[in-house]
């Protein structure tokens, strides 16, 4: 192990495909900043793409000290195998320390790709980052059925490489007086071409949620009872403006697109007034809204955890509360 | 709930001999998406899982539903690979028992720690082309066309074979496991056992040598608040907890919810 190491240059990947919805690149790079402070490395954001230049200042903006850009209509929309190529290129030429890379669904297909073959580790979707005394970068994830985090870190191979679920971090506010340097790089002419073809790709019509950046969640879990009692939920989150989650066994059940997952391979929320329906509180869930201000938790068994982190733990049957709560806010709404 | 799970405080590794063997929902998706493709397209169907010998069990299920053969790796020395190791190791196990693979399914996940790397770390093991998260997929001429959300795009792909796909849990319903089927897989299941030898990774390194990640340490967070305790009917809580609390829930959801006199 290297004693002391002295990072040089932390990498943020420019996940920009849903900028204004999805945060998670500028919450990297504020995270980069704050680690690159402890030991005095740079931290550069990268960006393939067409026409990318909103996002290369907006990075700038959001604390990236440098930027390098591929800007080449050939890579227009996001292709795996040839970005996972031009990143692979650029880690063998340029040696960075550490590559964070945004725990999207494309970020978690992209990342094991470069870290195989980079021969480097990789922990997925991490809920906190650090650098210990000896400058290794100390990656927390939720492990093991969800009921533990572990701290995970790669000693020996570079670049250290982690995924970090998205809402784990709070951005920097923009500042565009800020100046970074931007290295514009040619599409290497040697690229294999891409097998897997994209016929089509359009925005879902199920609305994009920003559930992520809402005041009020309602979140419901197994013991609501069955799919049609799940979507009494939705009339309940209508009527308070509110933004629906699940977790991880109402997704298997199917009673929700994958969408609403809060927790480990979903998202995390830090709403003013969370919900809490028939949920038990495995860690991969609780770790998610840990930053909720405040927390009423519905469950039949006082003892669950999540009954524990509640501010209001109210012992009862979810889907009897979520009901009388829909007729009392009928009735006090007006 | 951390008492009951197997994992060992000193290494932080699973105790995965201790977790008993039943399949990984996302991949039991998976056979299923095979299954439909062989209604269509006769072919015969490998399950390949590494773990302990236990782990047979989870082949003997897959059997079960449908499968044609179950290949167990199984060898002491696979303890503390992580997703790196786990890809070598599969990879080079798919390269030993199906030298012709036409496709390779994942799960796109475990639901013990969700990592969701190691299908795509085969597909770069083993150079095919490669999808993860799919949703609806369809053969026509040895492409496969398949569909998927990501990221909120709903994605139309098409990918030629071989290659490798993980498939995730909102199509592909498993289907229901017949006692005669279940009879068949634990009489003359038809299981080869493999160690790393077998597979040619003989050099002796162990799972945990193979590794580039180290665990530090695995805790349990613990977060108890001073918190308000409810109980009563429904109605009457509900009642209760809008009157204390009207400031602060009408706040954030933008309305007065306050009682009116009337």
């Known amino acids: ?53 909103e996002w290369v200042g907006e990075y700038i903006a959001h604390g990236a000290d440098r930027v390098l850009v591929i800007d080449h209509p050939e890579l227009k929309q996001y292709k795996m195998e040839t970005y996972v190529n031009l990143m692979v290129q650029l880690i063998e030429d340029l040696n960075p320390d550490i590559i ?12 094991p790709r470069i870290a195989k073959r980079m021969q480097t580790g990789l922990s997925a979707d991490c809920v906190g980052l ?27 191979c570079r670049p250290q490489m982690a995924t970090i679920r998205p809402g784990t971090f709070q951005e920097i506010p923009h500042n565009y007086e800020r100046t970074g340097e931007v290295v514009k790089l ?11 073809k994209l016929v089509q790709s359009e925005r879902s019509t199920q609305r994009f949620q920003r559930i992520e950046e809402a005041k009020v969640v309602v979140c419901g879990g197994r013991g609501m009872g069955s799919k049609k009692k799940f979507r009494k939920l939705a009339e309940l989150a209508a009527l308070m403006n509110a933004e629906i989650g699940a977790t991880r066994p109402v997704i298997y059940a199917n009673w929700i697109e994958s969408e609403a997952l809060i927790g480990q391979a979903g998202k995390n929320i830090k709403p003013k007034v969370l919900f809490s329906f028939g949920i038990s509180g495995a860690i991969q869930h609780t770790a998610a809204i840990k930053n909720a201000e405040f927390i ?39 | 709930m ?31 998406a095979a299954l439909i493709l062989k209604n269509e397209h006769p072919t015969e169907i490998t399950v390949i899982t590494m773990g302990p010998p236990i782990a047979e069990e989870v082949l003997r299920e897959a ?39 036409d496709l390779v399914l994942c799960g796109c996940h475990t639901s013990d720690s969700e990592t969701a790397q190691v299908g795509p770390q085969i597909t770069e093991e083993l150079n095919v082309p490669g999808i993860a ?130």
């Open chain 2, 63 to 101: 059997l079960a539903m449908g499968a044609d053969r179950g290949i167990l790796i199984s060898d002491s020395k696979i303890a503390g690979a992580d997703t790196l190791a786990t890809s070598k190791i599969l990879a080079d196990a798919i390269k030993t028992a199906c030298p012709d693979f």
């Open chain 1, 296 to 334: 009423i938790a519905v469950n039949k068994n006082p003892k669950a955890p999540m009954m524990a982190m509640a501010d209001i733990a109210i012992v009862a049957d979810a889907n009897q509360v979520c009901t009388a709560m829909i007729k009392e806010l009928k009735r006090r709404i007006r």
């Open chain 1, 100 to 111: 964070l890379i945004g725990a999207t669904n494309f970020g978690r297909e992209f990342a």
């Open chain 1, 186 to 196: 040619e599409l290497p002419d040697n690229l294999p071409e891409e097998r897997v």
């Open chain 2, 2 to 32: 951390v008492s009951e799970l197997p994992w060992d405080p000193k290494t932080g590794t699973l105790k995965r001999a201790l977790v008993d063997g039943m399949i990984n929902p996302a991949c039991r998706h998976a056979l299923e």
């Open chain 2, 133 to 262: 998260y799919v949703d609806q997929l369809e053969l026509n001429n040895r492409s496969l066309r398949i569909q998927r959300l990501s990221d909120g795009f709903t994605e139309t792909l098409d990918m030629p074979l071989p290659g490798l796909i993980t498939v995730t849990t909102q199509q592909n319903a498993p289907r229901y496991i017949s006692l005669s089927g279940l009879e068949d897989a634990f009489s003359e299941a038809d299981i080869t056992c493999l160690d790393l030898n077998d597979i040619g990774l003989n050099s002796g390194l162990t799972g945990s040598d193979r590794s580039p990640t180290r665990i530090l340490r695995v805790y349990s967070p613990v977060t108890e608040k001073d918190n308000t305790v409810m109980r009563g009917s429904a109605g009457k809580i509900v009642q209760q907890l809008f009157d204390q609390f009207d400031d602060k829930i009408g706040g954030a959801i933008g309305k007065d919810i306050k009682e009116h006199q009337s």
């Open chain 1, 130 to 156: 650090d650098i210990n005394e000896d400058g290794i970068m100390v990656q927390t994830a939720p492990s093991f059925g969800g009921n533990v985090l572990a701290e995970i870190i790669t000693p020996e």
């Open chain 1, 1 to 53: 192990m290297t004693m002391n190491e002295q990072l040089t240059e932390i990498w943020v990947f420019g996940d920009y495909r849903n900028y204004f919805q999805n945060r998670v690149t500028l919450q990297l790079l504020s995270r980069g900043v704050e680690l690159a402070q402890k030991t005095g490395a740079t931290v550069c954001a990268v960006v393939f793409g067409h026409e990318v230049d």
